[in-house]
Structure formats: C-alpha cells, structure tokens
C-alpha cells in the first residue's frame, strides 16, 4: 500500500528533522510500490501538501488494481527521445528505419520541439496535421506521417509512459486522402523494353526481362541467383533484395576511421521487407524467360557470395561491372538513365514501368487478380484491384458469357461436389 508521510518527521537524514511542528509546511511524501509486489521498484512522490499526496495515494492503488498504473516517470519523456525508442526497437537496419528518421528530423522536431509524450492533446495533433499542410506537403503525406505518429503514441501507451494515445480522437480522412493521391501508372510497350534492353550492358540486359517477364522490383532482380530457379518446373523463387540501408562495419584502424567518416548506409543483401525469413514466394517462369536466364548464365557465370556482414550467400547473376561486387542500386540508376537516353525513347520509362508490364499484360489475359498479387508479391488483393483494375474492364461480360452458357446452353462445368477451403462458409 502507498504510504503518506512527512520526512522532516521521520527521516533522521533529512535537513528538518526532527520538526515537532504539527502544520509545519514541510513537503509530503508519497511511497509505493509499481506493479509486480514486492518484485516492484520503490517510487516516491513529493508534495506540498497533504491532500493532493492523498489523493495521489488513492489513485496509485486504484490504478494498480485496476491494471491500468502508468508509470509518472514515463510521461515527462520528451515525444523525439520516445520516438528515437520506437525507432531503436523495431529492425534497426531497414529503410523503414530512414523513413523514420527522416520524418523524426523534418516533421516532430520543428513542430513538437523538447514537448513531454503527457503533454501532447488532440488539440495539439490537429494544429501538427495542419502546419504540414502549411509546409506544403500533400495530404497523403500528413497521412503517412500521422500514421507513424500514431504508432510512436501507440508504443508510449504499451510501455506505460501514457495511458493512451492522442492520435485515435483525431479524425483524419485517411483512405480519401490516398485515394488522391493516386497517380497514373505508366505501362512501356515491348519495343521500349527491347530498346532499353539493348542499350544496356551485355550482362545486365537480362534485368529488364525479369522485370516485365517476372514482375520483379529493381532490388529484387538485382539480388537474384541461380539457385532461385527450377527450370524444369518453370519456377522462380523469390526470397531476397538488394538494398542500401546496411550497417557499415566498425572501423578498427585510423585509416578505416577516416575512409569511414561521413559515409552512408552500407549496400546489403537481405530478406524480402516484411516476410518472415523463411517465406518467400514464386513466380510461373515462362520457357521464353526461362531460355534468357540459361543463355545469361552460359555467357556471363554466377558470382559466388558467402555468408557475411551485410551477405546472404548465394551464386548470383548480377555485380557491378568490374564484377568485384553486388550492383550498386545509385550506379544502376545511372546505367540505366544513360540507356534510356541512348534508346532515343518518346517517354523516359522507369525501371517500375516493367513491373507494372508483367501484371498488366497478366489481368488483360484474364489471369486471376489474387494470383497476380501473389506473384507481385502483394500482401493484400486490393492493392493490385486498385492499381489495375482498368485492365479488367472485359470482367462482367466475361462473367455473362460464362452464366450464358451454363443456363442457356446448358454446358457442364464439371465441378466437384465438395471442396476444401480455408474461409469460412456464409
């Protein structure tokens, strides 16, 4: 139980003791105990009078019944130091991260400044969404970092610094304001691939056909190797990515200290963002493909790499030009920008285009959505709808002529009687 006291009267330490004073003035003492019993760390509270230090009492012991104790301490955190915690805890080499810091740096400090995580109110969260308006960001950026925000208030609350999150009693019009934002995807023809294709070096060429023949992003194609295909099965396995957000190794000497200094993020090999590090998944690999990645390997081998800082091991198809290396993403940009120019191209196609290729070229054949999800590697369905459902305009008639044919024409479809399913039967 907390205790209420007064350390002028029983404190031999203290510099008023002892006071025979019954009103003497002198500060009140609350001690207790947090959650966890006698495993609980001590606290205490001082206060300038008795009442508040009782009421305070109550409420500690009530709240510790209650389960819903939050540490005092917690809330004079400043909202940048508990944000710098929420970043540090989750995967600290990922670009995630960057994102996080970046918005860290351009949007709560300016704003929020040394403000404690208690402190901050709706109120206060409503003028932060609309100062960045004012800063003239787009209104599905405000939603973006608003969302993080939110995630920030959310790991306040589950480490007991507040009792709850500012963020929920602010109405943002979240799925107006990215549906906006959307913008129109650009889908390059077969002559603009062919074109940039043969602009780019011999040993890279093979990259824009895993693009639009795969769906590949830039990241994972340049990380792919040879043991990712099944040939005879036309299968290709995708589990990994080349990006630029890897820890530099710690310099151990004065000239690796200087050679360091100032320098980015390391290039590294990693498992695909946001699956698990066994999951990954696979993608039809057509006969046409599937003869350009052997005549590759045939001409240019495998670069072999082993596990280490910043690797996955594997033989893989792709390295910087000197083939001493993985490809840089910075250079590729480069090599690619120059290749485009070259091709001589009515439009500058970007490297994204091929991937928006592959999947419409897939749902114009009527290739069912959710599988071209799967294949692009698209946790939910609706996010490949919402991108390419133009593609899809011939769906209801098709829909019609199928009914058609099976109630007017009577054609047997030849449906099993019974299957098994992973939903639930409505």
Request: hydrophobic letters at 35%; a positive charge; one cysteine or more.
């Amino acid at each position: 139980m907390a205790t209420v006291f007064q350390k002028c009267k029983t404190d031999e330490a203290n510099r008023n003791y002892p006071c025979e004073k019954a009103r003497c003035g002198h500060p009140w003492t609350v001690r207790y105990r947090e959650p966890g019993g006698r495993g609980g760390r001590q606290v205490e509270r001082s206060f300038n009078q008795k009442t508040p230090a009782d009421k305070f009492a109550l409420k500690v012991e009530r709240d510790k019944d209650l389960g819903v104790y939050i540490d005092p301490e917690g809330g004079k955190k400043p909202l940048v130091h508990v944000y710098t915690e929420f970043i540090a805890a989750g995967d600290t080499v990922t670009g995630s991260k960057r994102n996080y810091e970046a918005s860290l740096n351009k949007n709560i400090k300016p704003y929020f400044g040394g403000r404690t995580i208690a402190s901050i109110l709706p109120v206060d969260i409503q003028g932060w969404l609309k100062w960045m308006r004012e800063q003239g960001y787009e209104d599905s950026t405000t939603v973006v970092r608003y969302r993080v925000l939110s995630s920030v208030f959310n790991f306040a609350v589950n480490n007991d610094y507040i009792a709850k999150n500012p963020c929920h009693r602010v109405k943002v019009k979240q799925a107006k304001a990215l549906r906006k934002s959307k913008k129109k995807i650009q889908i390059p023809t077969l002559e603009e691939i062919g074109g940039i294709a043969a602009e780019l070096p011999e040993q890279l060429q093979l990259l824009t056909w895993l693009m639009s023949g795969c769906g590949l992003r830039i990241a994972e194609a340049l990380a792919v190797t040879a043991g990712q295909f099944d040939f005879d099965k036309g299968l290709l396995y995708v589990d990994r990515q080349i990006v630029a957000d890897g820890e530099n190794e710690q310099p151990q000497t004065r000239t690796q200290r200087a050679h360091t200094r100032g320098r980015g993020r390391a290039l590294r090999i990693r498992h695909l963002k946001w699956r698990d590090s066994d999951e990954g998944r696979e993608i039809p690999l057509s006969l046409a493909i599937s003869r350009k990645v052997q005549e590759h390997i045939k001409r240019h081998g495998i670069f072999r790499i082993e596990e280490g800082h910043n690797r996955m091991a594997g033989d893989y198809l792709f390295t910087n030009i000197s083939r001493t290396n993985i490809m840089s993403l910075a250079y590729m940009d480069k090599v690619w920008g120059s290749a485009v120019a070259a091709a001589e191209l009515s439009r500058p196609v970007k490297k994204h285009w091929l991937r928006h290729f592959f999947a419409s070229a897939a749902l114009s054949k009527g290739v069912a959505v959710n599988e071209v999800a799967e294949w692009l590697g698209h946790t939910d369905p609706k996010v490949t709808y919402g991108m390419y459902a133009h593609l899809m305009p011939e769906a209801p008639e098709r829909l019609r002529s199928v009914m058609d044919s099976i109630f007017e024409e009577g054609v047997d479809l030849g449906l099993p009687l019974e299957v098994e399913t992973l939903g639930e039967a409505d």
